[in-house]
């Protein structure tokens, strides 16, 4: 475990998972938890958590609106919003939302730097109608 590790902190993996030989749940460190709760935001639908109704980033309300310029740049400030507001471990440097027309997805990439360790990280996020 490094020192940006243990700063960051430890979370259940995404998704949950168990693992019989230590008796507990997969737990997930760093990094790779900042990038498992990310994509628990961009899936979660605003108001799908009952007790925190304002949590997700609902990507869905955009599926069958045309992709242009104006719905993209949406898109981006609604990931944005959704980071400063539920990640308060990374500050989102950019945000881009490009549609992939071919495969059916928008692919999210956000470059962050985790706050107070001055490290920087590229997520990819390929979001498809087939992960709700």
């Not at 628990?40 to 949590?55: A, S, W």
């Not at 898109?75 to 440097?93: F, G, K, S, V």
């Amino acid at each position: 475990m490094g020192i940006e590790d243990s700063f960051i902190g430890t979370g259940w993996s995404f998704p949950p998972a168990f693992d019989d030989a230590l008796g507990g749940v997969e737990m997930s460190t760093g990094i790779r938890d900042i990038e498992e709760s990310l994509r628990i935001i961009f899936t979660t639908r605003m108001g799908e958590r009952i007790m925190n109704p304002l949590f997700g980033c609902a990507l869905d309300e955009s599926l069958f609106d045309a992709m242009n310029t104006s719905r993209l740049s949406y898109l981006e400030n609604q990931i944005r919003t959704a980071i400063l507001y539920h990640e308060p471990r990374i500050d989102a440097d950019t945000v881009a939302v490009r549609p992939d027309h071919q495969e059916g997805r928008l692919l999210i990439e956000v470059g962050y730097k985790v706050r107070g360790a001055n490290s920087r990280f590229n997520f990819v996020y390929p979001y498809y109608l087939s992960d709700r």
